[in-house]
């Protein structure tokens, strides 16, 4: 299977369609509330987003090159599309919901998941819990690698896939984070960070949750915004969604499952996460991978029906409903 010039087009146009969607809800929320926009926070990925589309549309009409224009057009996606979603997190935990954290707490319990043993054990092996934090940190690393690994490969509907999986797992995990909002572990224990357990990388956002909460903080950024959803797990969702990406390429298969399955053990300290949390996300990222899949299923043809492609477009491609 193969996604054919006009597929790209179309898919890259639904993105881009749903990104604008989501600034134009962000944009309205402004007019109605008493948010405002920190419009200097917006101008770096504004820019970075419009200067990789202008190489999208050279690549494409100027000098022929749906790989590289494929390249550049997703990574200005994933910008733009950061850029619009972190302020939308910031109004979906300003609805000041009900806590859910001794719900969650308890599932854990009654999962048999225990996150003191994890976090005691984390105290005594002080090297481990520094390699852990550096790869909680990799996700966008990761995205922008897998992002030019697909495009090197020519693997664009899988590109496309990835974007969307993206997209629909970030949208799904905000809705519902307004609707069971939770403050995550540490701060539901007020506990306290030390020289063997420093604070979690997460620990920047509780100041920014608690003001969104009461009201206190009513700035939307871009640069510089805080991922504060608790429940469910986007990074353990987008975890699982790279991993699933990297499976088809050989040179990335072993790394994907190795780096994003130790990244499972960062997610609850670091993220101060419930293992609950991370649950729910990996269900969003497998129906946010088949959602993606049949979307671009709709968009890919058959080789023997494509004698007219381009050299690129012919090249094998994952089935799409590999993952």
Known sequence: MTLDPAGQRQLDGIIWAIILTVAATVLAATAVSDFHLAWGS???????????????????????????????????????????????????????????????????RALGFDWFALLDWLKSHAGAAHVLRMIYLSLMPQALLIILALAIAGRLATLRMFVLAFIFAALTTIAMSALWPAEGVWLLHHLKGSAATPWPASATSWPVFLGLRDGSFRALMATGAEGIITFPSLHAALALILAVVMWPLPVLRWFGIGLNTIMMVSIPVDGSHYFTDMIAGLVIATLSLYAAHRLVGRHVTHFASAKAATPIAAEPEIAVSAG
């Open 42 to 108: 917006f101008s770096a990925p504004a820019g970075t987003a419009a200067l990789f589309v202008l190489g999208q549309y050279f690549y494409r009409t100027r000098r022929p090159d749906p790989r590289l224009a494929s390249a550049l057009g997703t990574t200005a996606q994933i910008v733009a599309f950061a850029a619009v979603g972190a302020p939308l997190s910031y109004l979906a935990a300003s609805f000041n919901l009900p806590l859910h954290d001794r719900a969650f707490e308890a599932a854990d």
